[in-house]
């Protein structure tokens, strides 16, 4: 199969890139194979890209939210009718299971859906006064021009939670993808132009991060910064959105801590560890990366829990039959895994299974690594650091005191997992747990319904929920003296 060249959204225009040598080759995590092309957009392209959504702006912002309702149900409809191609695309250039990449299309069509119902529901509030003819009133309107700026492990799931709020807010938007994951994004910024979406409301700009992307986040005509990534990036882009006073949702590392009391179902905890662990290869932004056990029931849970690990079948994402798990998404990813595993190894601890790529068979040709559980060992760097891949250490606790104490002892605070069958517990240790969000007995997370948070340096602002269209709307006070002469 020829690789494909992805075009660019600008305006009304389909840019498709300056030539080969411009362009951004796109691999396939699994057998390292170009996939695809996509365009590097310079400094031209990108003030091009604003300029389209600054022109777009008013337009867009001044339509009945029922209008732009209407918009996002038709975007989810196309991506549900084009379901088959771009979970595919996902898988050849992101690497999960292409079932996991079935998910992934699902839940962005789902995010239009929902911001499509919200978007008619954001109202406003009347203001008692200190005066009889003083009327005070209160409404949201949008920020303006949107830089949506994601990562490369969830391209069209984490894209998908920015644009459908934006736009629901009335904001257009210049969206810049993951160089490594570009394809699927910028189809469906094509679908939706495509589907009737009025020009310079939603472009996309493709290229490096420090190029394309510094460049959109630092424009004047950006208002707002919508950003998924690591924290570091973050904190560039809270320093180059202080110059301008611009407006930013922050959606950063995280290293979740999984707490399994003494009482933890652990018929639940376990299968529930494996999950979130090792999905997408642990490229997950809520991966469990540490997990403390309460003594009593330390031993069964790690030897069940590396049992199970080792069960699992890692291969390219498009085999038949289906693996439990892709390769890692890039080399520097792998790379990053296998450093955290040999500190560990160095600092004694116990490598349960895994701790290694695959020695032989398809899934050595591609960025593969096995499920591993390290158990024990001190001040692993794993155990301070995203390890970002299928990778997780077991650490055993007296009581839970000490597991909360070691969860809040890190300076992120995105998810935490907690598995009791004490009522008590599960509302006393949420409580004190400094995170985002607290999942007890359960694994799930980042769904369309619920605010997503991160607390400390796993973000600023809130994603998802009806929360996450506040984000993109301003307060204005309307004040009205009605007792004039
Ligand atoms: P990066 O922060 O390196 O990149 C994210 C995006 O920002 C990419 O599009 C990147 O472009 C772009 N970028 C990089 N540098 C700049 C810059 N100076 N100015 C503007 N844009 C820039 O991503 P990581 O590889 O660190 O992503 C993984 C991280 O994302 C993990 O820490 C994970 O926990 C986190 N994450 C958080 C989630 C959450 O909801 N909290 C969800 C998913 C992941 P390019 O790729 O082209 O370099």
């Known amino acids: 199969m020829t690789p494909g060249r992805a075009s660019l959204v600008i305006g009304a225009a389909t840019v498709s890139g300056g030539g080969q040598a411009d362009d951004i080759a796109v691999i396939n995590p699994a057998d390292q194979q170009i996939v695809g092309y996509a365009p590097a957009a310079g400094e031209q392209l990108v003030d091009d890209a604003v300029q389209a959504a600054r022109r777009a702006y008013g337009d867009w912002s001044a339509r009945p939210a029922a209008e732009r309702a209407a918009h996002l149900s038709v975007i989810a409809r196309w991506i549900r009718s084009r379901a088959g191609e771009l979970a595919r695309t996902l898988t050849l250039e992101q ?20 911001y499509a119902a919200e978007a008619v529901r ?14 005070s009133l209160v409404i949201h309107q949008p920020y303006g021009v949107t830089a ?18 934006a736009l629901a807010a009335g904001c257009t938007v210049v969206a810049k993808p993951s160089e490594l994951t570009p394809l699927a994004t910028l189809d469906l910024i094509r ?25 959109l986040a630092g424009h004047p005509g950006v208002a707002k910064i919508s950003f998924t990534g690591g924290t570091s990036t973050g904190r560039q882009l809270l320093e180059l959105a202080a110059r301008d006073i611009k407006s930013v949702t922050l959606e950063l590392g995280g290293h979740s801590p999984m707490i399994v009391a003494a009482d933890a179902p652990l018929s639940l905890a376990v299968p529930d560890a494996v999950k979130r662990s090792f999905r997408n290869a ?12 309460e003594r009593p029931v330390a031993q069964e849970f790690t030897e069940k829990f590396a049992a199970a690990a080792a069960r699992l079948t890692v291969g390219p994402g498009l085999a038949d039959p289906e693996p439990d798990i892709g390769p890692l998404t890039s080399a520097a990813a792998l790379d990053r895994v296998e450093r955290h595993v040999a500190d560990a190894r160095q600092a004694g601890a116990e490598v349960l299974t895994g701790g290694a790529r ?12 096995l499920p591993t559980v390290v158990r024990g060992g001190d001040g692993l760097l794993m155990l301070r650091e995203e390890t970002f891949g299928p990778v997780a250490p077991v650490v055993v ?31 006393t240790a949420a409580e004190r747990l400094e995170f985002g969000t607290v999942s007890v007995n359960s694994v799930g997370g980042g769904d369309v319904h619920y605010p997503y948070a991160g607390w400390k340096r796993s973000g600023l602002g809130v994603e998802l929920g ?20």
Request: proline fraction near 7%; charged fraction near 20%.
């Open 95 to 114: 690497g999960k299971p292409l079932s996991e990449a079935a998910s992934e299309v699902s839940a962005a069509a789902a995010a239009f859906d929902y």
């Open 148 to 165: 949506a700026i994601t990562t490369w492990n969830y391209p069209l799931g984490l894209m998908a939670w920015k644009l459908a709020p």
């Open 466 to 485: 009806r929360q996450g269209l506040e984000e993109y709307l301003r307060v204005k006070n309307i004040r009205m003296e009605i007792g004039y002469p």
């Open 122 to 135: 954001v109202y406003g509030q009347t203001v008692p006064t200190d005066s009889r003819t003083l009327r």
């Open 397 to 427: 606790v007296d009581d839970l005191d000490e597991a909360i104490t070691a969860a809040n002892a890190l300076d992120f605070g995105l998810v935490c997992y907690l598995y009791t069958r004490d009522l008590r517990t599960s509302f």
């Open 358 to 369: 695959p020695p032989d068979g398809p899934a050595s040709a591609g960025y593969f690594y």
């Open 282 to 293: 642990g490229q997950l932004c809520n991966s469990v990366n540490r997990i403390f056990v």
């Open 191 to 215: 679908g939706a132009a495509e589907s009737g979406l009025p020009p310079g409301v939603l472009n996309s700009v493709s290229g490096t991060g420090a190029a394309t992307g510094r460049y």
